[in-house]
Nanobody, 129 residues
Framework: QLQLVESGGGLVQAGDSLRLSCTAS????????MAWFRQAPGKEREFVAS????????VYADFVEGRFDISRDNAKKSVYLQMNNLQPEDTAVYYC??????????????????????WGQGTQVTVSS
């Protein structure tokens, strides 16, 4: 059973940076595509960024506009989301997600929530203006 735990959220001011971390335990982590999603109050969960099994392929939501960077360290069973120039509209609970697949797939990092079958509990990010 794969479990994901997010950390690194907090309260920051507009223009600040945060680095979210997601650490996995349990099953083999190395060949899973991973993603970050977020959900703001009263809104649906939305895709933020995803990364393939070895970090060589990444996908970003349009609203990221070069401000965020997703990365992973398979030796540490962790995936990260570096967020720069945060804005109040980035306020949300950020979730880490993994897709359990049997073997690594090149250039595969889905952006739809339905692709992912394991989720963390989320970490709150609040950006004040």
């Amino acid at each position: 059973q794969l479990q994901l735990v997010e950390s690194g959220g907090g309260l920051v001011q507009a223009g600040d940076s945060l680095r979210l971390s997601c650490t996995a335990s349990g099953r083999t982590f190395a060949h899973y595509p991973m993603a970050w999603f977020r959900q703001a109050p009263g809104k649906e969960r939305e895709f933020v960024a995803s990364i393939n099994w070895n970090g060589g392929f990444t996908v970003y939501a349009d609203f990221v506009e070069g401000r965020f960077d997703i990365s992973r360290d398979n030796a540490k069973k962790s995936v990260y989301l570096q967020m720069n120039n945060l804005q109040p509209e980035d306020t949300a609970v950020y979730y880490c997600a993994a897709e359990y697949i049997l073997s690594p797939r090149r250039d595969y990092a889905p952006r739809t929530s339905e692709a992912y079958n394991t989720w963390g509990q989320g970490t709150q990010v609040t950006v004040s203006s």
